[in-house]
């Protein structure tokens, strides 16, 4: 499978000269199968790039959101496939009281946020609440799993042949020194793309936010077996020279633990990369 980066940046968007090479926009991934299937992880700002490089005409999109917080979601209404009469999209979320879920991305599709409703988008668009049990789509098995975040919040693993890629980007496993959620769904990862929005230092005011410090995401990554590590979710205030820096500290702790440098990175918005080859 491959994978790219259309948004790597947490909690808000933050466009600018010190983050131009990591990149600005909020969360989205992009996973295309061998069979040319895409699924499209959370709809953050950078989903709005995503939907002007895909055809305009007979789009076929899946998109699996963690969560229904701003930046996971921001990108929607300006997702052009949303807008194309022949594009068929199914969004999948968690469940959650207050409505289906196509009832609550409305609540952000919707006057006075909007100036369009969701009931007015011309695409053929399904709401799904994700099963916490496995399903396909295309050649890929998914699974869904509740992770600790605050709210209703899901990871993914995706699967297709001996390749699996697990997403968890918004996730604060460890509490009250207990591992709590999403090992399992983590398990022997070809690829983990993970939460590592603070410093182990900036994590002591933010315990309890609902995110990874980096010796969390790198000890929840070792536990989970992993094969590689994307660090994700990057902190609005971590400019490029702090990435560089925090990668250069995670590519040594994770030596520390074992596990060869090379397979530690830090996603970086327009990055490709191949799952599952060599």
Not at 93 to 100: I, T, V
Not at 212 to 234: G, I, P, Q, T, V
């Amino acid at each position: 499978m491959r994978v790219k980066v259309w948004g790597a940046r947490g909690s808000v968007p933050s466009p600018g000269a010190e983050t131009s090479r990591y990149g600005g926009n909020t969360s989205c991934v992009q996973v295309t199968l061998s069979d040319g299937t895409s699924l499209v992880l959370d709809a953050g700002t950078g989903i709005r790039n995503l939907g002007l490089a895909v055809a305009p005409n007979g789009t076929r999109l899946n998109i699996l959101l963690t969560h229904l917080h701003m930046d996971h979601i921001q990108g929607l209404m300006f997702f052009a496939p949303l807008f194309s009469q022949t594009a068929e999209i199914a969004i999948w979320g968690p469940a959650a009281p207050g409505g289906p879920l196509l009832d609550r991305i409305a609540r952000y599709i919707s006057a006075p946020l909007s100036p369009v409703e969701v009931s007015e988008l011309p695409c053929r668009l399904l709401g799904q609440e994700a099963p916490h049990s496995e399903w396909r789509i295309g050649p890929a098995t998914i699974q869904a799993a509740p992770v600790s975040h605050r709210g209703p919040t899901l990871g993914y693993r995706i699967t297709e042949g001996d390749t699996s890629l697990c997403y968890i980007p918004d996730h604060e496993p460890r509490l009250d020194g207990k591992w709590t959620s999403g090992v399992e769904l983590a398990r022997r990862a070809t690829l983990l793309i993970h939460d590592c929005q603070y410093t182990d230092d900036e994590y002591s005011a933010h315990a309890g936010w609902g995110h990874s410090s980096l010796s969390h995401a790198l000890a929840f990554a070792r536990s989970a077996e992993a094969e590689r590590l994307l660090l994700f979710h990057h902190d609005p205030m971590h400019s490029d020279a702090f990435l560089d820096r925090l990668h250069s500290t995670a590519t040594a702790r994770w030596a520390e633990l074992g596990g060869p440098p090379s397979a530690v990175e830090l996603a970086t918005e327009h990055v490709e990369l191949e799952v599952g080859v060599g």
